[in-house]
């Protein structure tokens, strides 16, 4: 079993093109395990294939909703994809309301976001969600959601940024939030992490972005992430090793790895 577990990264993405062997070799150094996520059907390809090829490295297939405007969800190529067991999870997708300017960009993301919840109902995959100034809209969706499908829809807020009434929800329905580096030097998530029920929090980089104190300013890795479960464990006041320990069994069990 791994040390670590970074839920989310993006080592199909061209920052890791120069020195991809190292950085699997520091995250094998460091006994951490990643899942990395695609943005579209490219990427997802790319996740299948590190996953393919070695034991640490899971892949989540989707298509982020803002990424590219012009990207659609294939159904026919992802059911390819979905053959691969190393494939966990479906996403990332969900609603960017941030970056949404016009009618039709809701719309878009919308239409793009229930064809991949119908994706992983029909292949019983939990499904990593990317959500910036939705939390209301996406809460709303899948309450009503889980009335109707139940323990089958599940998955992780990635990147939690809400508040705790909004993540005591999400826990409610059974999807779990999973926090990055940013809480190694900023106060705003302390709240949740500390109040949350332990089997409901996951530990994750996004590399290669927001890498943790004291990385900051550096491109992030995967190996990055026992700095993120270091600060779960001491905003939480409990053992370090029993929480670490604690993340990866929470990861394991979301994306029955």
């Not at 109707?148 to 939690?160: A, P, S, T, V, Y």
Request: charged fraction near 30%.
């Amino acid at each position: 079993m791994p040390k670590y577990f970074d839920i989310h990264s993006h080592l199909n993405f061209k920052d890791f093109e120069g020195d991809l062997d190292a950085v699997i070799q520091r995250l094998r150094d460091t006994e951490t395990h990643t899942i990395v996520v695609g943005t579209d059907y490219e990427s997802s390809k790319q996740a299948v294939e590190l996953a393919e090829k070695y034991d640490e490295i899971y892949a989540c297939i989707g298509v982020h909703p803002v990424d590219n405007p012009t990207r659609v969800f294939n159904d026919e190529g992802f059911k390819e994809l979905m053959k691969s067991k190393r494939v966990v999870a479906v996403g990332e997708c969900g609603f960017d309301f941030f970056h949404a300017k016009k009618e039709e960009d809701y719309e878009r993301q919308e239409k793009l976001f229930n064809s991949q919840i119908e994706f992983a109902l029909e292949y019983d995959k939990p499904l990593m969600i990317h959500s910036r100034g939705a939390y209301q809209e996406l809460l709303d969706k899948l309450e009503g959601l889980k009335e109707i499908h139940g323990e089958k829809l599940r998955g992780d807020i990635h990147f939690f940024a809400g508040t705790l009434d909004e993540a005591k929800r999400f826990w409610a329905i059974g999807f779990s939030t999973s926090f990055t580096g940013v809480i190694t030097f900023a106060r705003d998530y302390d709240e949740v992490v500390k109040n949350a029920p332990i089997e409901m929090l996951m530990s994750e980089t996004d590399s290669p972005y927001v890498a943790p104190f004291p990385y900051r300013g550096k491109r992030n890795e995967p190996s990055y992430v026992s700095e993120v479960v270091k600060k779960i464990a001491e905003i939480r006041g409990e053992d370090f090793e029993v929480v670490s320990k604690a993340l990866v069994e929470n990861a394991k069990r979301l994306f029955n790895i």
